[in-house]
């Protein structure tokens, strides 16, 4: 599958599921498009009892070890919990901006059946911005609470002169929709090892997801894991200059055996450059699993308005660029094609050579 397939077939995902607004704790009607598409093309999935979704290719060679892609299907929001006389009284969920707690921000309230019901904060009465929201809606128009709400932003748009996608979930999305393309494209590539796509919950209210999944066992012991996510714009992590291999976030540091993996297939991409940065602007799935003994590395797609953090305090759809969300799927389908295979990059099998010219040179002058 080449790269304009994967491309189209990421983009297609993307725009399904930023169609299908959620965040923590209400993944429900995103995990139920994973499952279809999934279903659609024959991958085996396994919904564990947090509801984290494992979707699996089985690989040629079941002892050794396979490569598994995560990303978790949440964004911050809010959740309506209660109807009272002054309105509706909610709570955020994640890491909204100040400004998204301000009186006056437009939000939708979005019921179990997909159901969308315009709102807007008008206060809130706890001493934390994130606590005992209150909402103005038409309560008759609510179905039960509680009930998911998110800001009132596009689901999703692409500029084709800018190349800039914008929508208010990128993060994680854009994750969830790669991996989709990368499972598509393995079951044309059969390979010694297994391919997993782990699509996990409540990530943004603190890696919840994740880290059961990682505690419980549910990828087999020594896969390799790579967490796919977008990441905030730093120096040397920018948008429009490729995508990023993570060497670690704000928590933790990666290790060099599942990163080989990517580097691997950096000559699968061809021109289009890719990016290498410890980013740690925050704390991705990769540290659940490497602190729980997988081998870990990340991808990441550098991020404009992150958590819908606009310039001068403003609401603002976030954006990724077309182009690394392109060379990412590319990137990450190279690595899946090489499950199993423990590979090397050339700068990793240059310096496991012993240098034995260099080596009698040094026995020789240390007489």
């Given at each position: 599958m080449d790269r304009e397939q994967l491309t189209a077939i990421g983009l297609n995902h993307l725009a399904g599921m930023g169609a299908i607004p959620a965040t923590s704790?209400?993944?429900?009607?995103?995990?139920?498009?994973?499952?279809?598409?999934?279903?659609?093309?024959?991958?085996?999935?396994?919904?564990?009892?947090?509801?984290?979704?494992?979707?699996?290719?089985?690989?040629?060679?079941?002892?050794?070890?396979?490569?598994?892609?995560?990303?978790?299907?949440?964004?911050?929001?809010?959740?309506?919990?209660?109807?009272?006389?002054?309105?509706?009284?909610?709570?955020g969920l994640g890491g909204l901006p100040s400004q998204a707690y301000e009186s006056g921000v437009a939000v939708t309230f979005v019921g179990s059946d997909g159901s969308r019901v315009p709102g807007l904060i008008m206060g809130r009465a706890g001493a934390r911005s994130g606590d005992n929201l209150i909402f103005e809606v038409a309560q008759d128009r609510l179905g039960p609470l509680p009930c998911a709400i998110v800001l009132d932003l596009p689901d999703f748009d692409y500029d084709e002169q800018t190349k800039l996608i914008r929508m208010r979930a990128a993060d994680d999305l854009a994750g969830c929709a790669s991996i989709l393309a990368v499972m598509r494209s393995s079951m044309e590539s059969p390979t010694s090892g297994s391919v997993y796509g782990l699509f996990t919950r409540a990530e943004e209210v603190g890696l919840v997801g994740a880290r059961l999944a990682a505690a419980d066992g549910l990828l087999p012991a020594g896969t390799n894991v790579v967490s796919v996510e977008t990441s905030s714009i730093l120096p040397g992590a920018e948008i429009g200059r490729g995508p990023v291999v993570r060497t670690g976030d704000r928590m933790t540091t990666f290790g060099f055996e599942a990163e080989e993996y990517l580097a691997a297939a950096l000559s699968g991409v061809g021109d289009f450059p890719v990016q290498r940065q410890l980013m740690q602007a925050g704390t991705c799935e990769g540290t659940a699993f490497a602190r729980n003994g997988y081998p870990t590395t990340g991808l990441a797609y550098p991020l404009g308005a992150w958590h819908n953090n606009g310039p001068d305090s403003t609401i603002r759809p976030e954006f990724i660029h077309h182009d690394d969300f392109a060379t990412g799927i590319a990137l990450l389908a190279g690595a899946a094609a090489l499950a199993g295979t423990n590979p090397s990059s050339a700068a990793g099998a240059r310096i496991r050579e012993r240098p034995e010219d260099e080596e009698r040179r040094l026995l020789d002058s240390a007489g």
């Amino acid at each position: 599958m080449d790269r304009e397939q994967l491309t189209a077939i990421g983009l297609n995902h993307l725009a399904g599921m930023g169609a299908i607004p959620a965040t923590s704790y209400y993944e429900q009607p995103v995990a139920d498009y994973i499952l279809a598409q999934c279903a659609d093309i024959g991958v085996e999935t396994r919904v564990d009892r947090y509801g984290n979704i494992l979707a699996t290719r089985q690989g040629a060679d079941a002892p050794v070890d396979g490569i598994a892609f995560v990303a978790h299907m949440d964004h911050p929001g809010y959740e309506a919990l209660s109807a009272e006389d002054d309105g509706v009284h909610g709570r955020g969920l994640g890491g909204l901006p100040s400004q998204a707690y301000e009186s006056g921000v437009a939000v939708t309230f979005v019921g179990s059946d997909g159901s969308r019901v315009p709102g807007l904060i008008m206060g809130r009465a706890g001493a934390r911005s994130g606590d005992n929201l209150i909402f103005e809606v038409a309560q008759d128009r609510l179905g039960p609470l509680p009930c998911a709400i998110v800001l009132d932003l596009p689901d999703f748009d692409y500029d084709e002169q800018t190349k800039l996608i914008r929508m208010r979930a990128a993060d994680d999305l854009a994750g969830c929709a790669s991996i989709l393309a990368v499972m598509r494209s393995s079951m044309e590539s059969p390979t010694s090892g297994s391919v997993y796509g782990l699509f996990t919950r409540a990530e943004e209210v603190g890696l919840v997801g994740a880290r059961l999944a990682a505690a419980d066992g549910l990828l087999p012991a020594g896969t390799n894991v790579v967490s796919v996510e977008t990441s905030s714009i730093l120096p040397g992590a920018e948008i429009g200059r490729g995508p990023v291999v993570r060497t670690g976030d704000r928590m933790t540091t990666f290790g060099f055996e599942a990163e080989e993996y990517l580097a691997a297939a950096l000559s699968g991409v061809g021109d289009f450059p890719v990016q290498r940065q410890l980013m740690q602007a925050g704390t991705c799935e990769g540290t659940a699993f490497a602190r729980n003994g997988y081998p870990t590395t990340g991808l990441a797609y550098p991020l404009g308005a992150w958590h819908n953090n606009g310039p001068d305090s403003t609401i603002r759809p976030e954006f990724i660029h077309h182009d690394d969300f392109a060379t990412g799927i590319a990137l990450l389908a190279g690595a899946a094609a090489l499950a199993g295979t423990n590979p090397s990059s050339a700068a990793g099998a240059r310096i496991r050579e012993r240098p034995e010219d260099e080596e009698r040179r040094l026995l020789d002058s240390a007489g």
